[in-house]
RNA sequence: GGAGAGAUGGCAGAGCGGUUAAUUGCGACGGUCUUGAAAACCGUUGAAGAAUAUUAAUUCUUCCGGGGGUUCGAAUCCCUCUCUCUCCGCCA
């Protein structure tokens, strides 16, 4: 979340930003100040009688009893006051928290930004394939990758069984994928699937989120929708030198979301799961390189797309369509050339120093502490790669799904 | 699940009702010495809010895991929550 006395200060930037992302609630600003206004003068109250109050026992001797029953009564006020405060508080940090990160430089260098903008695209030529594409539910139908019918058996909709070819490359993908994110110095992590609210609250997925993420009521614990939160959260409280950033990390989870409200021809195949296996991969760095990781990283997952050879795009996410946590997304689609549509593998995000706030993830650069920015990406998504790739790899001879040379060593 | 111990600054670790924002050690930063470095020595080293005032500071308040209570006064006593550790039980 924005540090208070950071809204204070840019009353109009923030509110230039919430309009760029159409944020609904306008007067979330106002109130924040004229709550901040109240505090202040129920705070320098309490300062005054906090001051009496330390005056007189540190000169309690020779006071006594004679100012004793003012005392008592200036207590009693200060309490009424404490509440008041608190009160307050809670009600400002209520609001503070729904606030969104300030968005990028970029979206005010561009007028449009209400669209998607295509900054790069690789295999357009793959079009021109003449050939009669299925879709990966129906090549599922002719070979063992997937089954989605005996999972509803077991759990509803929303899941999926891997089996025999699909178990195969979907290993291959998994190993693949981390042995690359590996080569370029993402330490690799095993992860907690259960959390607590309050590491959710850490990386700023609640309380807008909360409808996408599955509760354990009984045990007060919630499962993880993306890796992001646990692999942040490893890093809450602490203090990095300078030279120790940035710290690159990925971890390999099971993701779990509710997607409450989605249906339709989305749903279908493994396109849109409850359960679905994803790559994480996050940066910290310090408070000015951010920017400049983040086209690393995008530089990362491109050269990663680039290898298993499809069709993709990487899209410049519009400034209302990108998280509360983020400054700037960039998404990374692939072309699935049965479905004839394209699919989001991965969504690369900075969020500068909104996470770190709550977190408090720093450094210390020369006996100053500054706040760390954060940065997280997908790299990548399993089902949905291993669905466009089998969709587009199927041409290749004739009854048959052929596997992309670069996942050749990890497939058998 | 049962019993016990604990949470203090960047880290380690004292303090366990009254100049304690907190002894000390290490680290970090600055300086002296040196051709340079090390060693040694000297100095600096938490955060938030407010007032005065203005670029240099001064003053006040709050903060020793979170929340609440006792007291003229709490890091220190009590309650509660969260987390960590040790022992016992259960278990892949």
Redo the contacts with the bound molecule.
């Keep these: 979340m924005l540090k208070?006395?950071f809204i204070l200060k840019n009353k109009n930037k923030i509110i230039e930003n919430l309009q760029k992302r159409d944020f609904k609630y306008k007067l979330l600003i106002n109130d924040i100040l004229l709550l901040n206004n109240k505090i202040?003068k129920i705070?320098?109250k309490?300062?005054n009688i906090?001051?009496i109050?330390?005056k007189?026992?540190k000169n309690?001797i020779f006071f006594k009893k004679k100012i004793?029953k003012d005392?008592?009564n200036i207590?009693k006020k200060k309490?009424k006051l404490?509440k008041k405060y608190?009160y307050y508080k809670k009600k400002i940090f209520k609001k503070n928290i729904i606030i969104p990160n300030i968005i990028d430089k970029i979206y005010f260098k561009n007028k449009k930004n209400n669209n998607k903008t295509i900054i790069y695209e690789y295999g357009k030529e793959k079009l021109k394939i003449k050939y009669n594409f299925i879709d990966h539910i129906e090549l599922s139908k002719k070979f063992e990758i997937f089954n989605t019918k005996i999972s509803s058996n077991i759990s509803g909709t929303g899941f999926v069984i891997y089996s025999g070819l699909g178990l195969k490359l979907y290993k291959a993908l998994l190993n693949y994928f981390l042995y690359f994110n590996n080569k370029n110095g993402y330490k690799e992590y095993i992860l907690p699937y259960l959390i607590?609210k309050q590491s959710i609250y850490g990386t700023g997925q609640y309380p807008k989120n909360k409808n996408q993420i599955y509760n354990i009521n009984k045990d007060k614990l919630y499962l993880i929708p993306t890796a992001e939160i646990p692999l942040i959260n490893i890093y809450q409280n602490k203090?990095f030198n300078y030279n120790d950033l940035p710290i690159k990390a990925q971890s390999y989870t099971e993701c779990f979301r509710r997607e409450a409200g989605s249906y339709g021809k989305n749903v279908k195949g493994l396109n849109r799961l409850h359960q679905f296996g994803k790559v994480e991969i996050i940066e910290i760095c310090d408070n000015i390189s951010s920017n400049l990781r983040l086209k690393k990283m995008l530089n990362h997952i491109k050269k990663l797309l680039k290898s298993l050879d499809v069709y993709f795009r990487i899209i410049l996410l519009p400034c209302n369509d990108i998280s509360n946590t983020s400054s700037i997304t960039y998404d990374f689609e692939i072309y699935c050339f049965g479905l004839k549509r394209w699919i989001e593998v991965s969504s690369l995000s900075n969020c500068t120093d909104y996470q770190s706030n709550n977190l408090n993830i720093r450094f210390?650069k020369?006996?100053k502490?500054y706040f760390c920015h954060t940065l997280n990406g997908s790299s990548l998504s399993i089902p949905r790669v291993l669905a466009s790739i089998i969709e587009l790899y199927q041409c290749k001879k004739k009854n048959r799904i052929v596997i992309p040379n670069i996942l050749l060593p990890f497939y058998n």
């Design positions: 208070l006395s202040k705070k320098k309490i300062d906090s001051k109050i330390n007189f026992s309690y004793y005392i008592i207590k309490k404490n608190k607590k203090l210390i020369k006996n502490k």
